[in-house]
């Protein structure tokens, strides 16, 4: 089975630029995760969905980001304005089940550079 | 406000011998708790779930302990080798019907032959 498929792997933009990352989480899944890392403040959760409704956005730094997922198999994070604060690597996971304890999958992220 | 520690500094050990990492947490009451494996340049990929009402849980060479008492959540792998290298996060989950997790910033393993 596929697993989380982030695009692009690396971006490089400079400051100003919108950014836009992508995520297919694993078939099935009715979770979705936005992540990001930095050697700062380790592995940060931005927001995540539940059957594509957002349920937790509290991790969302500031209104320059935004999430959506229009249907079950696709997301996207959007950064607009870009910063170079903004230079991370993002994350997407997804996982399954109704329960709490549920493993997440994790793609192999979006290293994002903002100049 | 809730914290998660992890050893800051690398671990490094001997192959054949056993690695214990730690990750404590205060200001939290996590019903379960995720350890997740790391390599360079890749996601997370999760290894064992540990639930508040266990003490301890073995998966091959892994094993990890969870005191809810003192806090703590200990790793262990046993006759570690060189793949074994790499970086551990611990994650603690909350009760409640949502799978969220909050991470620590993970310690690095380094398993020389």
């Known amino acids: 089975d596929a697993g989380v498929i982030q695009s692009p792997r690396h971006e490089v933009t400079e400051m100003g630029q919108e950014v836009t990352l992508r995520c297919k989480p694993i078939?099935?899944?009715?979770?979705l995760f936005w992540y990001r890392q930095t050697m700062m403040r380790g592995l940060e959760l931005l927001i995540y969905?539940?059957?594509?409704?957002?349920?937790?956005d509290s991790g969302m730094p500031e209104d320059r980001f935004s999430a959506k997922m229009p249907n079950a198999s696709f997301s996207t994070l959007k950064i607009q304005p870009s910063e170079p604060r903004d230079s991370a690597v993002y994350f997407c996971a997804s996982s399954s089940g109704t329960g709490n304890s549920q493993p997440q999958h994790f793609g192999d992220g979006t290293r994002l550079s903002i100049l | 406000s809730q914290k998660i520690e992890q050893n800051s500094e690398a671990l490094n050990i001997q192959e054949g011998k056993t690695a214990t990492l730690t990750c404590n947490y205060t200001?939290?009451?996590?019903?379960?708790l995720q350890w997740y494996r790391q390599d360079p340049g890749r996601g997370p990929v999760f290894l064992l779930l540990i639930r508040e009402n266990e003490k301890e849980k073995r998966k091959e060479r892994l094993k990890v302990t969870f005191d809810t008492t003192l806090k703590q959540s200990l790793f262990h792998i046993t006759a570690s080798q060189p793949a074994d290298s790499a970086t551990y996060l611990c994650?603690?989950?909350?009760?409640?019907?949502?799978?969220?997790?909050?991470f620590g910033a993970g310690t690095r393993l380094a398993v020389h032959p």
């Open positions: 969905f539940n059957n594509n409704v957002p349920i937790d």
């Open positions: 200001n939290y009451s996590p019903a379960y």
């Open positions: 078939s099935g899944h009715d979770y």
């Open positions: 994650a603690l989950g909350a009760s409640g019907g949502y799978n969220k997790l909050i």
